[in-house]
């Protein structure tokens, strides 16, 4: 099940997005931006980073981030 909210992209454009989950990733869609549209892939990997993934037309990126504030991992 996804939801399609209308707001604006950081160039005040009307865009909107669907988002759903499937499995263990959340997927974020957007669309009406001068460049076309974009989908993000959140996941979580084995090492508690947040994997974002980004396609925008055929350029794929991917993102690492790591929480900052981490329990001290057991000895």
């Known amino acids: 099940m996804g939801c399609r909210p209308q707001h604006l992209s950081l160039s005040d454009e009307q865009v909107e997005s669907t988002v759903k989950v499937e499995g263990d990733q959340m997927i974020l869609h957007t669309t009406g931006m001068a460049y076309g549209e974009t989908t993000r892939f959140f996941t979580f990997n084995g090492e508690n980073e947040l994997i974002i993934k980004q396609q925008i ?4 990126g ?3 981030f790591e929480r900052e504030n981490q329990p001290p991992k057991a000895a």
């Open 62 to 64: 991917t993102r690492w």
């Open 57 to 60: 037309k055929e350029v794929i």
